[in-house]
């Protein structure tokens, strides 16, 4: 039976008024763009905003939580040069992580961000200075939880990485170890050597991409999986996903043209 014209106007009325109070509310609440990308990206958006003397728009990206620290920790309207360094969590919580502060002097410290997601939104809730030791074994203890896992950033990876004893993706157990080099053209190249020198038969060359956690090594069709399980500035540790392997990485120096990786 068709809708009488009296219950099609109701029926219009509610829609309306749905519409106008979804955006209505949407106006009352505006949301910083940072707080919508990541946590990397609102801890960065903070460390800004406070470094310009933005107060107001820095505390909008928090909790309010009276265990955020980092304010009184940072000089206001003044370059520091601390800038995001790493950054790990789930859908929840994130941890996000600086690089060291200028002024420390009982060992390099760094801050460390605790963020919570609400209402589609990262918030920063805890902050607080730490020695980089004390910052490690946080993050290891909040990496037990199986769905954790690090926000990968490209630029973090570019650059020559070399790894003792070890399984690369397709190739046997390598006694001593390996070199991967990451080009900021996209392209790697994985070099393997044994005890008795270098092992051309097990080097790979390819494309390589970051993609939700992990480091993709595209080689001959094929794409090996490497889920990052721990960062920093100069340690790399990978697992690959599609077979058993593991590899931990330590940063050498730059590559320089012309030289053979």
């Known amino acids: 039976m068709p809708a009488s014209p009296t219950t099609l106007g109701i029926v219009v009325f509610l829609l309306t008024a749905i519409s106008w ?49 980092a304010h009184v920790l940072l000089p206001s309207k003044r370059d520091t040069g601390v800038h995001v360094e790493r950054s790990l969590g789930n859908q929840r919580a994130a941890a996000v992580v600086t690089s060291a502060l200028d002024d420390a002097r ?20 805890k902050s607080d200075s730490f020695e980089r030791r004390v910052v490690d074994e946080r993050l290891r203890g909040f990496l037990e939880a199986g769905d954790v896992r690090w926000h990968v950033q490209r630029g973090q990876l570019v650059g020559r990485w070399e790894s003792d004893a070890c399984r690369l993706p397709g190739v046997a157990w390598i006694a001593c170890g390996s070199r991967l080099q990451l080009d900021d053209d996209d392209r790697y190249r994985l070099a393997a050597y044994g005890p008795g020198g270098a092992a051309p038969e097990a080097d790979k060359e ?56």
């Open 106 to 125: 009982d060992g390099e410290r760094v801050l460390l961000f605790w963020l919570v997601r609400r209402d589609g939104a990262w918030q920063i809730h």
């Open 21 to 69: 109070t979804d955006a209505t509310l949407a106006d009352d609440h505006p949301q910083d763009p940072a707080a919508a990308e990541g946590p990397r990206a609102v801890v960065a958006r903070w460390l800004e905003l406070h470094r310009t003397g933005n107060r107001d728009a820095a505390s909008a990206l928090t909790t309010g939580s009276d265990y955020h620290r």
């Open 206 to 261: 390819g494309k390589w991409r970051v993609a939700n956690g992990q480091i993709l090594l595209l080689h001959q069709g094929q794409t090996h999986e490497c889920r990052v399980t721990w960062m920093d500035d100069n340690l790399l540790i990978i697992e690959y996903s599609d077979e058993k392997g593991r590899a931990r990485y330590e940063r050498t120096e730059a590559v320089e043209d012309g030289e053979d990786p």
